[in-house]
């Protein structure tokens, strides 16, 4: 916690389950929105796990970050505004980025868009461990996730590109 932080505040469910239900809604609206269309007949680079494997992976994920990013509210840090709508502005990209890659089949595009969305979550990641420690260790998981997506984001687009 910063110079300029305020005390912690006790424990607060509501806000514990608004960030986890906002961060899995997000998440589900990009799966909606994506649909993991066409996933079944591209051609998939090695380590791709399968569909299910991914929505348990970012269910996970999800709850993990939700409760990061309660954590930093719930330090009532100076700066856990700024920070927050950051992590808002990463979710937002997180479930564009399934629209993109999935729906459109935009899989370069989609490659440099994960590559804004690393971009973001670094900055998140730096935000949290700034006003708490723990918050930014549950996001560490999240982050690995997204450079271990981009790998797999690219390999696609290689795999499956059409040349003429």
């Known amino acids: 916690m910063n110079a300029n932080a305020i005390p912690r505040r006790t424990f607060q469910l509501r806000p514990l389950i608004f960030f986890i239900l906002i961060t899995l809604g997000v998440g589900l ?9 066409g996933y079944d007949v591209l051609t998939k680079p090695p380590l ?6 991914f929505s348990a992976v970012w269910t996970v994920l999800y709850i993990m970050t939700g409760i990061a990013a309660y954590m930093v509210y719930n330090a009532n840090d100076i700066d856990s505004g700024r920070v927050l709508r950051l992590y808002l502005l990463q979710l937002l990209f997180n479930a ?3 629209l993109l890659f999935f729906r459109f089949g935009w899989r ?7 590559l804004i969305l690393i971009l973001l979550v670094s900055l998140v990641l730096a ?10 260790w549950l996001m560490i998981p999240y982050f690995l996730w997204l450079l271990f ?7 696609f687009y290689l ?6």
């Open 149 to 155: 997506i981009t790998y797999v984001n690219l390999g």
């Open 159 to 164: 795999l499956n590109r059409v040349t003429g």
């Open 48 to 53: 791709t796990p399968s569909a299910s494997t």
């Open 127 to 136: 935000g949290f461990k700034y006003i708490r420690k723990s918050a930014y």
């Open 108 to 114: 370069l595009f989609s490659f440099f868009w994960m």
């Open 29 to 37: 609206f990009g799966g909606l929105l994506g649909g993991m269309v």
């Open 96 to 98: 564009l980025w399934s």
